[in-house]
T-cell receptor, first 115, second 111 residues
Framework: EAGVAQSPRYKIIEKRQSVAFWCNPISGHATLYWYQQILGQGPKLLIQFQNNGVVDDSQLPKDRFSAERLKGVDSTLKIQPAKLEDSAVYLC?????????????FGPGTRLTVL | GIQVEQSPPDLILQEGANSTLRCNFS?????LQWFHQNPWGQLINLFYIPSGTKQNGRLSATTVATERYSLLYISSSQTTDSGVYFCAVLISSGSARQLTFGSGTQLTVLP
């Protein structure tokens, strides 16, 4: 079974530029998550989708971050405009359903550097 | 919100040694997962363990939910065990299913 796929793996941009990350979850996983991991810290949830609907985006900085999952499969996370403090690894995860006992499985991440 | 504390923050072992990593959490949780983040940043699932004990090869984990802690045991450590070990707890609020991570234990296994 293929794991969670993410691209690109690395991205370097200058502040105030825009950037987009892509995620394809494990086949059949209805729930998709985006996390931000700053160096030296654990990942922090940004947004959670159930199929193509947003379940929780309370920690997403909506003035600059947006995410969509239009067809309920793959997802895109965008930052516009980027700030220096957005430098981090962006991790995508998926799980089978919304039930509390479902494991989350993570992709390899996209490492973003903002100069 | 819930607090997740891991100890020790750093651990250096000689190959072949055993170790115990601890995760304390401040409130009741719906589930708990242990992850290994390898040097390339990939988070690898080790255990899904809301309660009880599980074993997988040289690794085992125990969660005592009533006392709000979990332990990860690594026996006969190998250099490939190096990396950061995270525990993460899940709390549900309505439909939200947020994993809250601890700050991790950085493990270095020396040859």
């Amino acid at each position: 079974e293929a794991g969670v796929a993410q691209s690109p793996r690395y991205k370097i941009i200058e502040k105030r530029q825009s950037v987009a990350f892509w995620c394809n979850p494990i086949s059949g996983h209805a729930t998709l998550y985006w996390y931000q991991q700053i160096l030296g810290q654990g990942p922090k949830l940004l947004i959670q989708f159930q199929n193509n609907g947003v379940v929780d985006d309370s920690q997403l900085p909506k003035d600059r971050f947006s995410a969509e999952r239009l067809k309920g499969v793959d997802s895109t996370l965008k930052i516009q405009p980027a700030k220096l403090e957005d430098s981090a690894v962006y991790l995508c995860a998926s799980s089978t359903r919304l039930a509390v006992y479902n494991e989350q499985f993570f992709g390899p991440g996209t490492r973003l550097t903002v100069l | 919100g819930i607090q997740v504390e891991q100890s020790p923050p750093d651990l250096i072992l000689q190959e072949g040694a055993n170790s115990t990593l601890r995760c304390n959490f401040s409130d009741s949780v719906n589930n708990l997962q242990w992850f290994h983040q390898n040097p390339w940043g990939q988070l690898i699932n080790l255990f899904y363990i809301p309660s009880g004990t599980k074993q997988n090869g040289r690794l085992s984990a125990t969660t005592v939910a009533t006392e709000r802690y979990s332990l990860l045991y690594i026996s006969s450590s190998q250099t490939t065990d190096s990396g950061v070990y995270f525990c993460a707890v899940l709390i549900s609020s309505g439909s939200a299913r947020q994993l809250t991570f601890g700050s991790g234990t950085q493990l270095t296994v020396l040859p």
